[in-house]
């Protein structure tokens, strides 16, 4: 082999090797970093750079430079395309060879610059994909004369494998910009989604405006939020609520005043947001609110009108210490903010109305129903027993402390509406209320649920995951049927109760949350623990307040009112009328045992209010197999014999239940091994 064939072969080698970090690159100035280095040995390049066109500006911008020499040079010159002849290359779509700068006297500026770094000849080829013309790929030599046609043409192969590699980047740049974008719009569509729960949830606007303020906050850049409202008897506008931080009492809240020279006043008048992204811009307006924001560092506002069937009624405003903070896609999503707030307002006046033309007679029956229901913050908890009253009394007692409760109960006894009802009654009701049921979820995801996960943390986390815990921040959480917990994450949730903080699955960074844990469950927790089923330090700090809701069968006096709330609350669903209850049906269900207890009665009645045809409901007692005169006699149980000789011996020594003649003394116990077995089988001692 010759001198010459090996001359090619090196050459096609090297030519391979480039071909190969062209592929391997997806960062365009390593590329070219590359092939700086790599081109030497097939033609004579000291310089490499890559000009691409942009077409939103219409200009030339070199992207990258390298060079294998020293030498001063960076990127990010941009200039018009017939400034350059990167531009020439560009729009004609043919490679130029330029063999002595010296005497090229067409773009002085850019001559001018490559001749500072001593460069004499350049090549430059046209970089053009399948899809469009991108720009040109250049090569300098310092050595005049230093490119033929030969030297061209191994140029324009090289180009068009860069083409196709910068190509891919910039797909990939679309591609990526794309994905945040609609990233963006979902989680806008969430915050929208959020605001519309809260505002179905509740009729007070302060607290409407609250949680709209503090969503806001999470997507639009704002430190001042107002909602003023139109005053139907004075025609002017009423300061409803305020979210803005040293306000050293100049904004007076409920204050009326004038909208006519302010930004508000514009967008009543016209009916459409109204935005002033600037100092220049705010300083325009008169209005004492306006002057007022200025004055204390404020550059952009919007006001944002609330229609409602075709009329104006307030007007939603927000400020930033920034210009040009409200963009178009911002304006466009708090447009839609403004219509809920305005559907919340609308329903609010509606419902205020509604309430003042109901007639005597309705406020009697709903003060008679309310005075159990309500009166305590029990709106869905049904009945009037005693045994109930003792657990709602409790419910008070512990609901405003941040105490930990264990509710104990047979399956459907209500144990969830009672850890509703502890959330509503604490100092946490504005904020969330988490459940999640322990037993329906797969003991490889409980973690995951609750704690959460980064992405890639196991097979198949494809994205972060937000655990329930992080959820509940500043709010309750209620883990139902926590008997289930495996023992591996009972010591993890112990270190969320005593310490505050976890980790989520695959992560290292320690997150802090402040919640309240509501646990319940249907099983002995205390022989789980002897069992070694389930940590003792951990059935601890569950069992500080522990409460026992009694079945259905000790509360047989609530049984019909159930019944009737049950049938009202079907036939309204199922748009039937009626009216009564036969008295002989709802003595048969007040005999019967309901081992389902009302998740079992209310399954009943559903299904009675299905099969009834006229004014009455019709109960199909047949199912429940009821004896007609008694109560029905199960089988007595170890449990049950248990109970009722602790009964007796506490009847008998009248609840005393220490010292040498108490209730534990005659039954062989030691005192709190009693007093457990009392909070376990649900025995309370009855009222003088």
């Known amino acids: 082999m010759n001198e010459s064939d090996l001359s090619s072969l090196d050459r096609y080698r090297t030519l391979l090797r480039v071909a190969e970090a062209i592929a391997s690159h997806s960062d365009l100035s390593a590329l070219v970093q590359d092939l700086a280095r790599l ?11 890559l000009s691409l066109y942009d077409p939103h500006r219409g200009v030339m911008r070199l992207h990258v430079l390298r060079a294998n020499v020293p030498a001063d040079i960076i990127g990010g010159h941009e200039s018009e395309p017939g400034d350059t002849p990167a531009g020439l290359v560009w729009e004609t779509q043919q490679p130029l060879l330029l063999s002595d700068l010296s005497a090229e006297r067409r773009w002085p500026t850019v001559m001018e610059l490559m001749r500072e770094d001593g460069v004499q000849s350049c090549c430059l080829v046209p970089l053009t994909s399948v899809a469009r013309r991108l720009g040109s790929l250049e090569f300098s030599s310092l050595a005049p004369k230093a490119y033929g046609v030969a030297d061209m043409e191994l140029m324009q192969q090289v180009g068009r494998q860069v083409a196709v590699a910068v190509e891919n980047v910039l797909n990939r740049e679309a591609a990526e910009a794309l994905r945040r974008d609609v990233e963006r719009q979902r989680d806008r569509f969430s915050l929208l989604l959020r605001m519309t729960n809260t505002i179905a949830s509740t009729l007070d606007l302060r607290e409407v405006f609250r949680a709209v303020s503090l969503c806001l906050r999470e997507m639009v850049p704002q430190e001042y939020a107002s909602l003023i409202l139109c005053d139907g008897e004075t025609q002017r506008v009423r300061l409803h609520a305020l979210d803005f931080p040293d306000n050293e009492g100049a904004l007076t809240e409920g204050a009326l005043s004038d909208a006519a020279g302010s930004l508000a006043g514009l967008a009543f008048e016209r009916r459409r947001p109204a935005i002033a992204n600037t100092l220049l811009d705010l300083k325009a307006f008169s209005h004492a609110v306006p002057q ?36 178009e896609q911002d304006v466009e999503f708090l447009s839609q903010v403004a219509g809920q707030i305005a559907l919340a307002v609308d329903n609010a006046v509606a419902y205020q109305e509604i309430h003042t033309l109901k007639d005597r007679l309705t406020e009697e029956k709903l003060y008679l129903e309310e005075e159990i229901r309500v009166e305590h913050g029990f709106d869905d908890i049904i ?30 006894t209500g144990k969830e509406l009672i850890a509703r009802a502890i959330h509503r009654l604490s100092g946490r009701h504005a904020r969330t209320f988490v459940k999640l049921n322990c037993a329906a979820i797969p003991t490889g995801l409980l973690e995951s649920e609750l704690f959460g996960h980064e992405r890639g943390a196991f097979t198949g986390a494809i994205a972060q995951k937000v655990g329930r815990f992080e959820l509940a921040h500043g709010g309750t959480i209620f883990l139902d049927e926590v008997g289930e917990i495996p023992l591996e994450l009972q010591s993890k949730l112990l270190r969320v109760l005593q310490e505050q903080e976890f980790e989520r699955l695959g992560s290292t960074r320690t997150i802090r949350v402040d919640i309240r844990l509501v646990a319940a469950t249907n099983r002995d927790l205390a022989t789980l623990v002897e069992e070694g089923r389930f940590r003792s330090d951990l059935y601890y700090r569950l069992n500080v307040f522990p409460l026992n809701l009694p079945p259905l069968r000790d509360r047989r006096e609530d049984i019909p009112m159930l019944v009737r709330y049950f049938t009202q609350h079907y036939a309204a669903r199922m748009k039937k009328t009626i009216e009564s209850v036969p008295a002989p049906t709802l003595e048969a269900l007040s005999r019967y045992h309901w081992p389902g207890n009302i998740r079992e009665l209310e399954n009943l009645v559903e299904r009675a209010v299905i099969l009834t045809q006229g004014m009455q409901l019709h109960v199909p007692l047949q199912e429940l197999k009821i004896e007609a005169r008694q109560d029905p006699a199960p089988a007595a149980t170890l449990q049950d014999a248990e109970r009722e000789q602790i009964l007796k011996t506490l009847r008998d020594t009248r609840w005393v239940i220490g010292g040498p003649d108490g209730a534990a003394a005659r039954l062989g116990l030691k005192r709190t091994t009693l007093t457990s077995k009392i909070k376990k089988l649900g025995i309370f001692r009855p009222r003088e």
């Open 383 to 412: 009945g009037d027993s005693r045994a109930l009253k003792q657990i709602l009394g409790q419910v008070e007692i512990v609901a405003p402390t941040d105490a930990t409760v264990l509710i104990l109960g047979e399956t459907g």
């Open 39 to 49: 081109l030497p040995s097939v033609v004579p390049v000291n310089f490499v750079g």
């Open 292 to 327: 007022l924001l200025v004055r204390k560092g404020f550059r952009s506002m919007c006001s944002l009108p609330l229609l409602s069937r075709d009329r104006v009624i307030g007007c939603l405003n927000l400020a930033s210490h920034h210009e040009q903070a409200f963009g």
